[in-house]
């Protein structure tokens, strides 16, 4: 799967890419992907993770590489509601 493939799967399911973060988010599920993680996955990861429960109310699902840093963890949480 292409990354311009990837990017239609994840705006199909809902997700809307952030120039400012380079992240794509859906709100509703309170998931968010980054670019890298996007790119290095393959179309079952991505998947995956697509099909992962939306966290509890009031949390966030981040998919990094490297998972974030507490404090950017609360940051993006506080920017994204």
Do not use: D, T
């Given at each position: 799967m292409t990354m311009t493939q990837k990017k239609q799967f994840l705006e199909s399911a809902g997700y809307r890419y952030s120039f400012e973060r380079r992240l794509?988010?859906?709100?509703?599920?309170?998931?968010?992907?980054?670019?890298e993680f996007i790119d290095d996955s393959t179309e079952d990861?991505?998947?995956e993770a697509l099909d992962t429960p939306a966290p509890?109310?009031?949390?966030?699902d981040f998919k990094f590489n490297t998972a974030p840093s507490p404090s950017v963890k609360l940051q993006l949480e506080a920017?994204?509601?």
């Open positions: 794509y988010i859906n709100r509703l599920e309170r998931k968010a992907f980054s670019v990861r991505l998947r509890s109310s009031g949390n966030w920017l994204l509601g």
